[in-house]
């Protein structure tokens, strides 16, 4: 198996400026130095995290979606983040990757921030998606979805795991940046996976403080990159042999729970 080599971006977002903020992360994109197979953008990374999929929601064919494929066509990189999008009757919080073909694969978001009433706009993602990248399976996730273990949970069967990585891009609050750093840290150790969380630099429009503290980590847990309160544009490159000895040596997901999630 290959290993990948993955660039998160950590930035912050100009408020509701999806002209600027494209802008920005062309610039950039178009400055990085190393080869990179995936580029993680964070959370409603063109508008900033707002409640206003009335104004600010476009179609798939919108302008962010055709610059997020031309940019994975001229970096060569699939590339991943999330946006509002129209789907049917409500909006939805999709993640949307791209990859340098300009393929398209999409997850929305299954659980909708409660506590900002997310719910009384967006629409409930259906279904979760798992997505190859040089043979990795890659599980993508939103930002409240840390929260919930079942959703993220891999699975083990005919000597197979369903995923390699987790990924997670995130809006998620300074104020409780404790909670995002413990929850990355569990869902690799309680997965035996990669996970890779991206999140936001700034002040909102709102008011509420992002100190990123945008991670990688082992599937043991360990912190192999983290970075907070600063702009910070990093590549990583995971290697997937540590990742198949542990399994083969921790033999743990042979006595995960089969269980069955009701969509």
């Known amino acids: 198996m290959q290993n990948i080599q993955i660039t998160t971006v950590q930035t912050a977002i100009f408020w509701k400026n999806k002209t600027k903020n494209l802008e920005y992360l062309s610039g950039i994109l178009a400055n990085l130095t190393a080869k990179q197979d995936l580029i993680v953008l964070a959370e409603m990374f063109n508008t900033g995290f707002t409640l206003q999929p009335e104004n600010y929601a476009e179609e798939m064919n919108g302008p962010t979606i055709k610059w997020l494929k031309q940019m994975a066509e001229k970096t060569k990189s699939t590339i991943v983040g999330s946006l509002m ?6 909006s939805v919080n999709r993640l949307v990757w791209v990859s340098p073909e300009r393929e398209i694969v999409y997850y929305d978001k299954r659980h909708l921030f409660r506590l900002g009433d997310e719910q009384c706009y967006f629409r409930h993602g259906e279904k979760p998606v798992c997505v190859d990248l040089k043979g990795w399976k890659i599980k993508p996730l939103i930002c409240y979805d840390l929260r919930f273990p079942v959703w ?20 998620w609050p300074a104020s409780r940046s404790n909670v995002w750093n413990t929850l990355l840290s569990a869902r690799a150790i309680e997965n035996q996976c990669y996970v890779v969380g991206v999140n936001r630099i700034g002040t909102d429009g709102t008011g509420v403080d992002y100190v990123g503290d945008s991670s990688v980590i082992s599937p043991k847990g360990n912190i192999l990159y983290h970075a907070a309160n600063t702009e910070e544009i990093n590549t990583i490159t995971l290697h997937y042999t540590p990742l198949q000895r542990f399994r083969e040596m921790f033999t743990v997901g042979k006595d995960w729970d089969d269980f069955t999630i009701h969509y």
């Open 152 to 171: 993220s949970k891999n699975r083990f069967a005919n000597d197979n795991y369903e995923y390699d990585l987790l990924l997670y891009v995130a809006n």
């Open 85 to 90: 999008v129209n789907d049917e009757q409500k």
